[in-house]
C-alpha cells in the first residue's frame, strides 16, 4: 500500500488534507510536532483523536522544545501577546519563523525511511494569515530541495489539497468526507474553551458562518 | 555588523568554514545541533572549545531528540554498526535522513530571528561520504525555498565554502587560518580515542596524509 507521511496539527485544514489521502488510498503516517506553542496540550489531544478517527496506521509525535529557544512568536514566547482585534495586512506576530520548513524537512525524513510516495500538509494561502511557509511557490520550492536532498530512489511529492480553497469550503469539505470537527483545534491561546478573538478564531468562526454550519466547538465568547 | 548563523558540528569542515566567514568580516552566531548521535557528547565539547576560539557571538545548542524516533541510520540507530572496512560507493547506512535539510530549516528560523544575512555550512561534495544532502545542486535549491518561505524582507544567502575542496585542502585551510583541529572531531563511533577505521575517521586521516601534516588528535589504532 502506497504512503503517505501526514503532517496533522490537530487543526481542520490538516484534518481534511489527511482525510483526502486516505480517501485516495494511501495508508496514513501521521506525524504531530509538539513545539513548545501555547495550545500544546489541546492539539495533542485532537492529533490523538483524528489519528483513531482516521485509522492512521503509523504515529510520530515529535517533540521538538528548541522552538521556544528561537521564540520570535506570540505563538512560542509567552511575553509576545497573542492579538484579538481584528486580522490585520502583513505577516503578523503569530507567524513562526520557517516552521513549515522545519516540519517539512522532519516529514522528508520520515518519508524517507518509511518509503512514502507523499507528504501531506494542510496549508492554505489565500484565506490565512499571509505566513510566507503557507504559500504555494515555497511548498514548489521545498519539494524540489527534498527530492535532490534525499537518496535517488526517495520520491515524495508534497500533497497541499487545500492551498487555494477557502475556508468556507475546507468546513464544507469536512462534512463531505466525515471528517468530526469537534476533534480539531484552531485557537491559537487557550487549551480550555477557544478564545473566538484570535486571527485563527477568526477564521474559522467566518468558515463556519459563510458555510452555513454551526462550530462543535464551545468558545467563551 | 552583519551576521552568519553558521551550523557547526564540532568536525573540521564546519569549523573551518565558520573560520572563513568571520574572515569575511561576519559576527558569527553559532549554531550546533545534539541529534543523538553516538559522539554527541565529544562534538558537543569540541562545539564550545570552537565557539570559544572563534569568539561566537551568540550559541544556540539544540537538542533534537526525536532522530532517535526515526532512527534509519548507523549514527542515531545503535542496532545498526558503523562500517568500518572502507569506504564503498552509494550512500552508506551512515546517512541521517535529510539532516542536512533539518539543519538548513532550523538554521533559516534562527537567521530570520537574528535579521542575519547569511547560512554557512561545512558541505563538502567531492571528497565525502556521497551523502545526497551534502551536493551544492541540494543547497541551492534549499537557499531558494528558505528565500520563499520566509518574510519578504529576510534575504539569507547559503554559503558552503568547502563544497569543491578536498580533505587535504581544508586541512592546509585551517591551518592558513589559525584554526585548532585538535579541537574538532570526525569519528562517528567514539567519545574517547577516535577509531581511526570508520569512514570519517579515514577521510580525515587521507586529508592529513596528504597535506603532509599530522592529525593532532588521537587514535586506538
Not at 17 to 37: D, M, R, T
Not at 157 to 185: C, F, N, R, Y
Request: charged share 25%; aromatic share 8%; hydrophobic share 40%.
Amino acid at each position: 500500500m502506497k504512503k503517505a507521511v501526514c503532517i496533522i496539527s490537530g487543526g481542520m485544514d490538516s484534518a481534511v488534507s489527511a482525510a483526502i489521502a486516505k480517501k485516495e488510498g494511501y495508508g496514513i503516517v501521521g506525524v504531530h510536532f509538539n513545539y513548545g506553542q501555547r495550545t500544546q496540550k489541546r492539539e495533542l489531544e485532537c492529533f490523538r483523536q483524528l489519528a483513531e478517527d482516521l485509522e492512521v496506521e503509523e504515529r510520530y509525535e515529535i517533540d521538538l522544545p528548541f522552538f521556544r529557544q528561537i521564540g520570535a512568536s506570540a505563538l512560542t514566547d509567552e511575553n509576545l501577546e497573542v492579538p484579538t482585534g481584528g486580522i490585520e495586512a502583513g505577516v503578523p506576530i503569530t507567524y513562526v519563523p520557517f516552521r513549515n520548513g522545519i516540519f517539512l524537512s522532519i516529514a522528508a525524513a520520515i518519508g524517507e525511511k518509511e518509503g512514502a510516495e507523499a507528504i501531506v500538509i494542510g496549508v492554505v494561502e489565500e484565506d490565512s494569515s499571509g505566513y510566507p511557509d503557507c504559500r504555494e511557490s515555497y511548498i514548489r520550492a521545498m519539494e524540489r530541495a527534498i527530492d535532490l536532498g534525499t537518496r535517488d530512489e526517495t520520491k515524495l511529492t508534497i500533497k497541499m489539497p487545500l492551498v487555494h480553497l477557502k475556508k468556507a469550503q475546507i468546513v464544507q469539505k469536512a462534512l463531505e468526507l466525515g471528517v468530526d470537527l469537534s476533534h480539531t483545534w484552531s485557537c491559537y491561546q487557550e487549551n480550555g474553551d477557544a478564545c473566538g478573538v484570535c486571527d485563527s478564531c477568526r477564521l474559522r468562526l467566518k468558515g463556519f458562518k459563510e458555510a452555513g454550519l454551526p462550530d462543535p466547538i464551545s468558545y467563551r465568547m
